[in-house]
């Protein structure tokens, strides 16, 4: 059945549409992510504007950080002091990553900075999960510990100035380090159509050691906001954020996720992560492909002002 | 169909009242093409007869050609080059005033229905409506842009030409059938029929129509537009709403 998306100014099969965002749904579900990183190549592929496609992930990801937030809150997953440091830098991030998207539109070199940071992004967090969970994998056969705190060795971020604790983490670090950190995932946001929970994850664990029960919910919490806020600035400064669209995927979406949570639990988290570093190298490689291969057709028009 | 007897009832009451030697009535099945949730393309027919003194029919008949422009608007056609191993976009030219539909139908080929120079100067064909690129950024003017844009938009269905939907029904009274795709863009078409006859142009009347957003498209559309930091908010708490629904709809307690 086809319906007609009013920005994006053209109609679509409703199903497909559902249908996309019930499958990434399901595999965000299962992993614990936003699932933008998936859901914005595939409506950019099926035919959907890019600024569309990227502006309107936020609301998407929005519809399923508060599912996972709420259930979080409610076994006490979610550290709201981290949440809310995050969360600053995060806004600053987003309206910087909005100013360069308009910029890089008018341009003409949107596309091509997606798909180039597309490449870099995943191409390094797919290597860099992949890696670790093949890491924990040989060791786990070896009979060893997977992954080992080392104590007493200090990173040069720990040493940095205005430092706060976290009592629900446990940590007492500089605001310095989550605040960039936080702020350059906004940024890739915002730009990339992405929650960044695939980075922020990772991040928060290997390099703060946020204990892993706080980590999916403290960035979940963050997430639901830092999108809310790209939904609100797309909308107000490109005008490229399609309700219908959004909805659609965020019935899909939820419904896939709920499935596919039930799904990861029974996933042992080697193999998990493996699998997860696996899917983000296949987006990565697609976008590769996408930029090496001579394109059958040179040329593209894009509609810079019309008359009604 | 009642649109389409209603053209015809007026075309036959208009008829008479033109007494030219050589004029012509013309109507459309439609003026408003509203887009509802289910567009995906509409089909509009266009009628016309050509009034003549009695015996004044020439012996070869009419050649007719249906001109459809929609909104124009500026375009930027870009060309991808490789940068190493990568491609990505580095050239490019700019257009205005581009119609943002075209659709040239005749009952034969233009060819044979006037000489190239004859339809340069009355602007038929899809070529013609084309203007020139503008210059800007001192680039030289290189035709392989200005095919790209005719051929990439010939691919989306929004430039057509055909030499045969344009039919004549009887001697002096033809129909045309326009085909908008689902991606036709919102605004006025002008729709300009022409009447030739022995490679020369004997009458053209000029017709119109809208392509709108109805209900709730054009209440999206105009609200993301106009009050756009609200429609952002809005979409935003929707979000919201939607997902707290789903987990009390899941909630498995």
Known sequence: MEIYLPIAEMPIDMFLILGMGMTV????????????FLLTPLLIFVGIPAAVAVATQGPQIAASSVTGSIAYWRRKGIDFKLAFVLLAGGLVGTGLGVLFFNQMRKIGQLETVIAIAYVLLLGIVGLL???????????????GKGMRRQAGRHHWYEGLPWKMRFHRSGLYVSLI????????????????????????????????????????????FQILFTMIAATIFHAATNQSV????????????????????????????????????????????????DL????????????????R | MSAIRKAFLLAALLAPLEAAAQSLVTALSTDRVPILSNFTGE?????????????????????????????RGAVTVRRKDNVGPMWLNLDARNYIAIPSFISILSNRPLELIAQAEVRE????????LIPPQTAVRSAANDPQFRAGLQRLRSQQGLFFQSPDHVRFISPGVFQAQIDLPGIAP?????????????????????????????????????????????YGIATAMLAVLVGWLASLIFRRD
């Open chain 2, 43 to 71: 089909r509009i027919a266009v009628f016309g007869v050509i009034q003549t003194d009695a015996g004044a029919r020439p012996k070869d008949g009419w050649d007719v050609v249906v001109s459809v422009r929609g909104p």
């Open chain 1, 177 to 220: 380090p989550l605040i960039v950190l936080s702020a350059l995932i906004g940024f890739a946001g915002a730009v990339l159509g992405i929650g960044g929970g695939f980075i922020l994850v990772p991040a928060l664990i290997y390099i703060f050691r946020v204990p892993p029960q706080i980590v999916v919910g403290t960035s979940l």
């Open chain 1, 292 to 307: 090496v291969t001579p394109p059958r057709e040179m040329f593209s028009v894009t509609p810079t002002e019309t008359v």
């Open chain 1, 25 to 36: 749904g399901f595999i965000s579900g299962m992993f614990g992510i936003g699932g933008g």
């Open chain 2, 186 to 230: 919102l605004g006025n078409y002008d729709v300009e029929v022409a009447v030739f006859s022995g490679g020369a142009l004997v009458a053209k009347n000029q017709l119109g129509f809208t392509v709108i957003k109805t209900a709730a498209e054009q209440w999206v559309a105009e609200a993301a537009h106009k009050n756009s930091l609200l």
């Open chain 1, 242 to 289: 399609d309700l219908f669209l959004a909805l659609l995927l965020m019935v899909g979406g939820v419904f896939g996720a709920q499935f596919g949570a039930r799904a990861g639990a029974n996933l042992r988290g080697e193999y998990f992560r493996l699998l997860l570093g696996a899917l983000i190298l296949i987006v990565a490689a697609r976008f590769a492909a």
């Open chain 2, 121 to 128: 100067d009355l602007r038929i064909g899809i070529d013609p």
């Open chain 1, 129 to 143: 999960v992949s890696l670790e969970s093949v890491k924990a994998l040989l060791a786990s056969r070896k009979g």
